[in-house]
């Protein structure tokens, strides 16, 4: 983030996002083993949630900042990050509880987002329906296919990828470069885009600690830590190709705040696990 504000070059780059999502996608789906004993009614609670959260938001916002509202909901609709399935396993949880609902809420959102994102929008910028359907349903569902294929009919070559698989954390951080320097570039160019900024701040603060809550919340007599990730921890790089290639760079920093909150809680977690273990030694 910080080269990305320095050096803010990469806006020629943003093309390049959707196709890093989907390898990010693709070598999380690779790693993924479901069976349907592992399928419970929260994780529908937790799809569901995640819808409401990203509403709820939308509405609360409108009245006072319409572009603002629709950052809200880019920033709430982001389903569960490929990576929650590994940070569950740090905070040693049910890592196949989580794995599926990165399948389940990845999967859903990404054939509601399409029906529900260009009625949203006003202004210069014009959708419809058509023009983001199949691009969003091929980042989330191209990469479904191909690792089901491998792990179908080439498991020998599946050990060989997933040796490779921390190229994601890459891809991951490229990301975040690109996008941060797109949004630099753009608050650089426009004044207006430094009035909201805090409140784009504070917006995905609130959105963050209300996933991560309710999550717990959802899951508190069973999982409560696993619905806690599954809700809280967002796939935020899909909502930042959504921002770049449809809405602008001032909604990407929704979803980028919110990279900020969800790991620094994350880490405030790891951190605190490791110091119980210390005690208990």
Sequence with gaps: MLIGVVLPFGDQLTFMVRYLVMGMLFFAYLDI????????????LILLANILIAFVFYFIFLPFNPELAVIAFITGIMPTAAAAPAIISYLEGKVAFVTFSVVLTNSVIALIIPFVLPS?????ISLNVLDILAPVLSVVFIPLLLSWMV??????????????????????????????????????????????LNWIAIMA????????????WIGKNTNPEESRQALGRKNTM????????????LAALGPMFYILWHNLYNSYQIYRLGQKKKLKV
């Design 33 to 44: 083993k479901i069976s349907r004993n592992i399928i419970t009614k929260s994780h529908f």
């Design 238 to 249: 899909f909502s930042i190709w959504i921002a770049l290639t449809y809405l602008s760079p």
């Design 151 to 196: 792990k179908r009919f080439l498991p020998v070559v599946q050990p060989h990828l997933l040796k490779i698989k921390g190229l994601s954390f890459i891809m991951f951080n490229l990301n975040i470069y690109i996008a941060t320097s797109t949004a630099t570039r753009f608050i650089m160019e426009g004044s207006s885009a430094i009035t909201i």
């Design 205 to 216: 603060l609130f959105i963050c600690v209300t996933s991560f809550a309710i999550g717990k």
């Design 120 to 124: 949203m929008v006003s202004g210069d």
